[in-house]
């Protein structure tokens, strides 16, 4: 199969400076800016593959939440002492040391 021909187009200064890149490199443009291509998609697979499995945990969970639905004032008022106080730990975590993390009870992103 023979090659596909992609024009690109480029402002003057990052033509030139790709020129200089590639000629540095030991390369002509085209083989340069593949190269490049190549490399950034390879970066990129390689970090979806790594977050493949959190998002699927991320996916299962959501799932399963749904199926709860948001909580109410009473879901809170239903907690015990140290319960609220580790839902506040948590919230804490997300929101931040200096938020409030009981304003945050309830909301449901």
Not at 29 to 43: D, G, I, K
Not at 47 to 76: C, K, R
């Amino acid at each position: 199969m023979g090659k596909v021909r992609i024009s690109i187009s480029l402002e003057p200064s990052q033509a030139e400076r790709v020129r200089s890149h590639a000629e540095r490199a030991g390369m002509d443009v085209s083989a340069y800016l593949v190269n490049a291509a190549t490399r950034q998609m390879a970066e990129t697979e390689a970090a979806e593959a790594g977050f493949a499995g959190i998002d699927a945990v991320i996916a299962d969970a959501m799932a399963q939440a749904d199926h709860y639905g948001p909580a109410d004032d009473t879901d809170v008022a239903a907690l015990t002492e140290d319960e609220q106080r580790d839902v506040d730990d948590a919230m804490r975590l997300v929101y931040g040391q200096d938020e409030d993390a009981g304003r945050h009870r309830g909301d449901v992103a």
